[in-house]
């Protein structure tokens, strides 16, 4: 049994695939940081697993596209989508590229290796995918508009590609792990400091792997943030909208 994990030299990523080494899969690691994986490598070898590393970058679509190629011979049971970054500030004054480069990170590379490795995954009719977004994903969010729209793409694009499968009657899981905050490098990595206490990143693996395996859809480790879905849903748009804008207003960067 193998696991493919992008973002796996830090964070979530990085707990995920200790518990999935744990379990005895064997693991592809995917990052732009090779020291790191090499370390988690050394690390998760104690647990008798092959351990294999990919360093690329996926905001390229191309790279997207060989990092299947080049897996797809070990037959992936499980794919975990985890790479992805925010940029925090006013629509008007966060730089272009920067936020093309993240769309193209945390929405165009999870489509792209959710779609391929799909295919894979239906004609043996098992197997987990597991897409990382955020509990950005339930709401509009003033101050970082384009990091909550892509979360929200991967969290509909899930749910969406998931309902198919039930109709198909497929034995195959397509899941979303919704977090808020969590104590990772991505506060650093997007400018901010996060107005209220994260979960530990060791926590919100442990908790979406475990799901994971139940087959729960939409995965949200913290007992606080299982109501921000309720509140959305409740609340008028426009009280949701203010709610946002002055949480995202008390981060510093």
């Known amino acids: 049994m193998t696991a493919l994990v992008t973002g796996a030299s830090s964070g979530i990523g990085r707990e995920i695939a200790?518990?999935?080494?744990?379990?005895?899969y064997d693991l592809i690691l995917v990052a732009r940081s090779r020291d790191k994986m090499v370390s988690l490598a050394k690390e998760l070898s104690k647990f008798n697993v092959k351990v294999r590393i990919i360093v690329t970058d996926l905001s390229k679509?191309?790279?997207?596209i060989k990092l299947y190629e080049r897996t797809k011979k070990y037959n992936i049971d499980i794919l975990i989508n985890d790479a992805g970054y925010g940029v925090f500030g006013r629509f008007t004054d966060t730089p272009l590229k920067r936020e093309l480069n993240m769309i193209d990170v945390n929405i165009k590379a999870v489509h792209i290796l959710t779609k391929l490795f799909l295919r894979d995954l239906n004609k043996k009719n098992s197997g987990y995918i597991l897409n990382v977004a955020s509990s950005a994903a339930f709401c509009p969010g003033p101050l970082f508009s384009s990091y909550y729209a892509s979360k929200a793409y991967i969290l509909r694009l899930s749910q969406a590609i998931d309902e198919?499968?039930?109709?198909?009657?497929?034995d195959v899981y397509v899941g979303t792990l919704c977090p808020g905050p969590v104590r990772t490098n991505f506060d650093s990595t997007a400018g901010v400091s996060f107005a209220m206490k994260g979960?530990?990143?060791r926590y919100a693996a442990k908790y979406a792997v475990r799901n994971m395996f139940k087959r729960k859809k939409v995965i949200i480790p913290g007992k606080i943030m299982k109501f921000l879905p309720i509140f959305v849903r409740l609340a008028p748009t426009s009280l949701v909208l203010h709610f946002c804008y002055y949480f995202q207003k008390r981060k510093s960067s």
């Open 164 to 170: 198919e499968l039930k109709k198909d009657g497929s």
């Open 18 to 24: 200790r518990e999935l080494a744990k379990k005895g």
């Open 61 to 64: 679509e191309e790279h997207c």
């Open 199 to 201: 979960i530990s990143s």
